[in-house]
């Protein structure tokens, strides 16, 4: 006797036996139990092509948080993380004020934003600027009106990325105006200011 055959003709057999026996079971399901099964399948296929990759990519973010969490920590000076001490207030002023930059910086980031609007392809014309320096005051105001000119996608991405680029800037203003409901072209009057250290 060929143990091969015998072997290879096993599962054949045993396959050919389940064969109607799955189909009568099928049968039975009717059509809320064929969709039922149908969405479980491709339940499984969404589970192993898309949760599973983000899956590994979230583990890799709290990887990477957590390392730089590390990081953060060891960059306190010893004596601060020893002694658990905290700032006292006008070292925390300081810090605060060192954030702004200073106040002869305004023409780069005059050009920054210049750039950021060439870059996202939004049109700049005719900006005005004043400098509000008080007296008793630790920060000058640079106040600007931009007028802004394109696409919504456009003026939304120049906006984002100069609030990301120029940390010390803020918008205190925003004035839209379409020419007609079909244009997709705005007209935006953006007032920033931006604040200075003395």
Do not use: C
Request: no cysteine; aromatic share 8%; charged share 25%.
């Amino acid at each position: 006797m060929d143990w091969k055959r015998l072997k290879i003709a096993t599962p054949r057999i045993e396959f050919n036996q389940l064969m109607p026996q799955l189909r009568w079971h099928i049968g039975r399901l009717g059509t809320i139990g064929k969709i039922g099964i149908g969405l479980l399948g491709v339940t499984t296929i969404y589970f192993f092509s898309a949760v599973l990759p983000l899956e590994s990519d979230l583990h890799k973010l709290k990887e990477r948080a957590e390392m730089l969490q590390t990081q953060a920590q060891s960059k306190q000076t010893p004596g601060d993380a020893e002694s658990g001490k905290k700032m006292s207030s006008d070292q925390a002023l300081q810090v605060f004020y060192d954030f702004f930059p200073r106040i002869d910086s305004s023409p780069f980031w005059i050009r920054e934003l210049v750039r950021i609007a060439k870059k996202q392809k939004v049109e700049l014309s005719s900006s005005e600027y004043r400098l509000v320096n008080e007296n008793d005051a630790r920060l000058a105001r640079y106040e600007m009106i931009l007028p802004v000119r394109g696409n919504y996608a456009q003026i939304r991405a120049f906006i984002a990325d100069a609030l990301e680029t120029v940390p010390a800037m803020a918008i205190s203003a925003i004035a839209i105006k379409r020419e007609n409901v079909t244009s997709d072209k705005l007209e935006m009057r953006l007032e920033i200011n931006l604040y200075l250290n003395k």
